[in-house]
T-cell receptor
Framework: EDQVTQSPEALRLQEGESSSLNCSYT??????LFWYRQDPGKGPEFLFT???AGEEKEKERLKATLTKKESFLHITAPKPEDSATYLC??????????????FGKGTKLSVKP | ETGVTQTPRHLVMGMTNKKSLKCEQH?????MYWYKQSAKKPLELMFV???????ENNSVPSRFSPECPNSSHLFLHLHTLQPEDSALYLC??????????FGQGTRLTVV
């Protein structure tokens, strides 16, 4: 069964304290892995798409990496405004639909000043 | 502004009411989706439309009825809902394998 597991469930950091979020997945042929940021009461905001093992993407203080079994979202010198829930999703080689994303439960990140 | 607009943002309805959620995308995408997000659960895919044709119905109860009149608009018609249907309902759109773009959601409370 295809699934996505994110860890930790919650992470508290001090401002400037770098860390990583983990997304482990099992999927029948990975077509893409996606990272989203979600603020309370709002829809997920698209961050990155990764397609193959070894690929890396960066945006400001965020860097996403991908292996054959997991993805990491590295946060360098975080600021309070980085506080949010980070969601990971995968899309596999099944069905004809483009949007059959399987989501993890997310990691809630809190960055204290 | 995400390019995907949902209305209303908040909705409170009784179990005997009928209401509709609306979604409009301004991105020129050909696929649209409804997701349900409940507390402490992963996002659940409900319906998928590709080029206005429904291609996925993820075992959703018939009290939820989607409608896609064109590739830019998507509706979710609600009737005789249950309190456990209270959740954040999210609309998304996509074009190819570049990731789905979400609206801000409708917070639904069933009383």
């Amino acid at each position: 069964e295809d699934q996505v597991t994110q860890s930790p469930e919650a992470l508290r950091l001090q401002e400037g304290e770098s860390s990583s979020l983990n997304c482990s997945y099992t999927v029948s042929g990975l077509r893409g892995l996606f990272w989203y940021r979600q603020d309370p009461g709002k829809g997920p905001e698209f961050l990155f798409t990764l397609y193959s093992a070894g690929e890396e993407k960066e945006k400001e203080r965020l860097k996403a990496t991908l292996t054959k079994k997991e993805s990491f979202l590295h946060i360098t010198a975080p600021k309070p405004e980085d506080s949010a829930t980070y969601l990971c999703a995968v899309q596999g080689n099944y069905g004809g639909s483009q949007g059959n994303l399987i989501f993890g439960k997310g990691t809630k990140l809190s960055v204290k000043p | 502004e995400t390019g995907v607009t949902q209305t209303p943002r908040h909705l409170v309805m009784g179990m005997t009411n009928k209401k509709s959620l609306k979604c409009e995308q301004h991105l020129g995408h050909n696929a649209m989706y409804w997701y349900k997000q409940s507390a402490k659960k992963p996002l659940e895919l409900m319906f998928v439309y590709n080029f206005k044709e429904q291609t996925e119905n993820n075992s959703v109860p018939s009290r939820f009825s989607p409608e896609c009149p064109n590739s830019s608009h998507l509706f979710l018609h609600l009737h005789t809902l249950q309190p456990e249907d209270s959740a954040l309902y999210l609309c998304a759109s996509s074009q190819g394998l570049v990731g789905a773009f979400f609206g801000q959601g409708t917070r639904l409370t069933v009383v």
